[in-house]
T-cell receptor, first 114, second 114 residues
Framework: AQKITQTQPGMFVQEKEAVTLDCTYD???????LFWYKQPSSGEMIFLIY??????QNATEGRYSLNFQKARKSANLVISASQLGDSAMYFC???????????FGAGTRLFVKA | DTGVSQDPRHKITKRGQNVTFRCDPI?????LYWYRQTLGQGPEFLTY????????KSRLLSDRFSAERPKGSFSTLEIQRTEQGDSAMYLC????????????FGPGTRLTVL
């Protein structure tokens, strides 16, 4: 069975500093995709970044980067130069070979301090 | 606005009543997903359509739940004989067909069962 684990219920970071949000996963699929989504208090789910299991380089999107360690089955999100607007829930998610069923973790709530 | 839309945004109903939610995906997206999200949790997969075909249903989807996507465009999710445990945010998402394509989420329908 597929599983996503986010062990940090809440994280604090000082504005302008970098923060790492942890995500580990479990799957028996050889081909899979890993995603990070942001959910502000307004409720909408915002796609941040994607990493394919066969991608050799870590994905980056602006201030977001994904630290993908396949052997450890981890896909941590790194946010550089945190901004107050980064305060939100962050969800790690995985989609397997079938390409449709996406499993989400329980999320990490990030608080950015001024 | 060409994003995913959902209607209604909020629904309050009495236990035992039937409710129906609508989702309009991004027009060129052939895949449509329904999720349920309770407070403090990540979205839980409910069901998935590829065009008009419903290809997977979660075991979370009891026989009181039914979803349709009759013409491969909009979708409806109906809950019959609602129970208080059905109170949640119901999220719809759509995507293109490849593994790496992110899902675009709608704003959700918040259901409260009294």
């Amino acid at each position: 069975a597929q599983k996503i684990t986010q062990t940090q219920p809440g994280m604090f970071v000082q504005e302008k500093e970098a923060v790492t949000l942890d995500c580990t996963y479990d799957t028996s699929d050889q081909s899979y995709g890993l995603f990070w989504y942001k959910q502000p208090s307004s409720g909408e789910m915002i796609f941040l970044i994607y990493q394919g299991s066969y991608d050799e380089q870590n994905a980056t999107e602006g201030r977001y980067s994904l630290n993908f360690q396949k052997a450890r089955k981890s896909a941590n999100l790194v946010i550089s130069a945190s901004q107050l607007g980064d305060s939100a829930m962050y969800f790690c998610a995985m989609r397997g070979t079938g390409g449709f069923k996406t499993i989400f973790g329980a999320g990490t709530r990030l608080f950015v301090k001024a | 606005d060409t994003g995913v839309s959902q209607d209604p945004r909020h629904k309050i109903t009495k236990r035992g009543q039937n409710v129906t939610f609508r989702c309009d995906p991004i027009s060129e997206h052939n895949r449509l997903y329904w999720y349920r999200q309770t407070l403090g949790q990540g979205p839980e997969f409910l069901t998935y359509f590829q065009n008009e075909a419903q290809l997977e249903k979660s075991r979370l989807l009891s026989d009181r739940f039914s979803a349709e996507r009759p013409k491969g465009s909009f979708s409806t999710l109906e809950i019959q004989r609602t129970e208080q445990g059905d109170s949640a945010m119901y999220l719809c998402a759509s995507s293109l067909g490849n593994l790496g394509n992110e899902q675009f989420f709608g704003p959700g329908t918040r259901l409260t069962v009294l």
